[in-house]
């Protein structure tokens, strides 16, 4: 806040990165008054909605989700702060702020049914909140489906700031600008690949997932080299009728898995 304060101060335009490792292990420093709101009550898995997708397992550790509750909330009341800030330098109205997240929980926790957590490759553990806020620009409530990912945050920045690209720079991602202003727009299909796991070397199929629009090809072969099995084993999802991958329809749809596996080979 004392950056963006001196930066207009300067007449300067600013760009905030503020990276959060919340929530996150280590579990013990967290703020006092929200580890004991927290603490006291029942978050065991129960208490959350199970009645759609797959169900959380019924162990948890009480004591460990309170913490991870209580980082959560410091984050939003932080963020709180941040808003309150741009407001008081009457900054708000034309300024881009995101909010957006690197992965699905480290742990088995409530994501709507999803299935997965981090380091799977599962919806539960890639799909992950993006929200940005422009008053200037962007409609308050306004949805886009369209499949993106962290690559095209930096487009997406440089367009809307108006800031050309080095002509030598071949970014991955693309501009979903015009998606975010409402604005029609025609585009070829797209897919989007995600790998996780570790080692030094990338492993061909090794828990990776590629999808477009619809459908969605992945090999569910675990984050560690030791998990790693071949022949791989794919399963296909139809995203646009089952979100919370449910059914796995791979022996069903032999073209899509050859179209999906053909684009991940060119990829990897």
Same mark, same amino acid.
């Given at each position: %806040? @004392?950056?963006?304060?001196?930066?207009?101060?300067?007449? =300067? *335009?600013?760009? +905030?990165?503020?990276?959060?490792?919340?929530?996150?292990?280590?579990?013990?420093?967290?703020?006092?008054?929200?580890?004991?709101?927290? =603490?006291?009550?029942d978050?065991?898995?129960?208490?959350?909605?199970?009645?759609? !997708?797959?169900?959380?397992?019924?162990?948890?550790?009480?004591?460990?989700?309170?913490?991870?509750?209580?980082?959560?909330?410091?984050?939003?009341?932080?963020? !709180?702060?941040?808003?309150?800030?741009?407001?008081?330098?009457?900054?708000?109205?034309?300024?881009?702020?995101?909010?957006?997240?690197?992965?699905?929980?480290?742990?088995?926790?409530? #994501?709507?049914? %999803?299935r997965?957590?981090?380091? @799977?490759?599962?919806?539960?553990? +890639?799909?992950?909140?993006?929200?940005?806020?422009?008053?200037?620009?962007? =409609?308050?409530?306004?949805? #886009? /489906?369209?499949?993106?990912?962290?690559?095209?945050? %930096?487009?997406?920045?440089?367009?809307?700031?108006?800031?050309?690209? *080095?002509? /030598?720079?071949?970014?991955? !991602?693309?501009?979903?600008?015009?998606?975010?202003? !409402?604005?029609?727009?025609?585009?070829?299909?797209?897919?989007?690949?995600?790998?996780?796991?570790?080692?030094?070397?990338?492993?061909r199929?090794?828990?990776?997932?590629?999808?477009?629009?619809?459908?969605?090809?992945?090999n569910a072969?675990?984050?560690?080299?030791?998990?790693? +099995? /071949?022949?791989?084993?794919?399963?296909l999802?139809?995203?646009?009728?089952?979100?919370?991958?449910?059914?796995?329809?791979?022996?069903?749809? *032999? /073209?899509?898995?050859?179209?999906? =596996?053909?684009?991940?080979?060119?990829?990897?």
């Open positions: %806040m @004392t950056f963006i304060e001196k930066s207009i101060q300067r007449e =300067r *335009p600013f760009f +905030v990165y503020l990276p959060d490792n919340c929530p996150h292990g280590p579990f013990h420093d967290v703020p006092e008054d929200l580890y004991e709101l927290y =603490r006291k009550m978050l065991g898995n129960p208490q959350f909605p199970q009645q759609n !997708g797959h169900p959380l397992p019924s162990e948890h550790n009480n004591d460990q989700r309170a913490r991870i509750f209580a980082m959560i909330s410091n984050v939003d009341r932080n963020i !709180g702060r941040l808003f309150q800030k741009l407001d008081e330098l009457q900054l708000t109205q034309n300024t881009i702020v995101i909010f957006m997240t690197d992965n699905g929980p480290n742990g088995q926790r409530y #994501v709507d049914g %999803m997965g957590k981090k380091a @799977t490759i599962y919806e539960g553990g +890639v799909r992950s909140p993006f929200f940005l806020q422009w008053p200037e620009k962007v =409609r308050a409530g306004h949805h #886009v /489906d369209r499949v993106c990912a962290h690559i095209d945050v %930096m487009p997406t920045l440089l367009e809307a700031c108006g800031v050309a690209a *080095p002509e /030598d720079l071949k970014p991955d !991602g693309v501009s979903f600008l015009p998606e975010l202003l !409402g604005n029609p727009v025609s585009r070829p299909e797209r897919t989007i690949v995600i790998q996780s796991h570790r080692g030094d070397q990338p492993v199929f090794h828990n990776f997932m590629i999808r477009n629009d619809r459908w969605k090809l992945l072969s675990g984050f560690h080299q030791e998990d790693l +099995v /071949d022949p791989p084993k794919f399963e999802y139809d995203l646009k009728a089952d979100p919370r991958e449910m059914v796995d329809v791979a022996t069903k749809q *032999p /073209d899509v898995v050859r179209q999906l =596996r053909a684009a991940y080979e060119a990829w990897f």
